[in-house]
């Protein structure tokens, strides 16, 4: 356990400096010009923790004895939360009914979009090796 502490925390001091990246290039393309300096460190501070929590999770599919959905819904539901709890602390996102909905809505989209993607490369890659494995047998 203590292996997987230490590389959930690797992976993520590795991701946390992409999130002011992300940050400034966003400001960049959007040409805010109203943005006080509180704005700018709670988004600096936030994207930072995001990037470090979701590149530490990716350590969940190392659990060998977790199912690959189990973890797939872990990381998943990890992820949305501090998407979320991102988007509401720097007001890029209301706290109302109807803006909640559809955040979440599109974020499972897109998380299922990339995994489904993910999951068509893995299994084109595994037919491909285990057909080699056939072909290498007779």
């Known amino acids: 356990m203590k292996r997987i502490i230490l590389e959930f925390f690797r992976r993520g001091m590795a991701a946390c400096g992409l999130g002011p990246l992300v940050l400034a290039a966003l ?31 990716n350590v ?15 990381h998943g539901i990890v992820l949305y939360i501090c998407y979320l709890a991102t988007y509401l602390l720097n007001g890029w996102l ?23 993607v993910i999951y068509s490369i893995i299994k084109r890659r595994t037919d491909r090796i285990n057909q080699i494995l056939k072909e290498k047998q007779h």
């Open 27 to 57: 400001y960049w393309v959007l040409d805010p010009q109203t943005l006080t300096v509180r704005e700018v460190c709670t988004g600096i501070v936030s994207l930072s923790a995001l990037a470090f929590v979701a590149g530490g999770m």
């Open 60 to 74: 969940v599919y190392q659990l060998e004895h977790l199912p690959l959905m189990a973890a797939v819904t872990i």
């Open 94 to 116: 209301e706290g109302d009914t109807t803006p909640i909905l559809a955040f979440t809505g599109i974020f499972v989209l897109g998380y299922l979009a990339i995994w489904a």
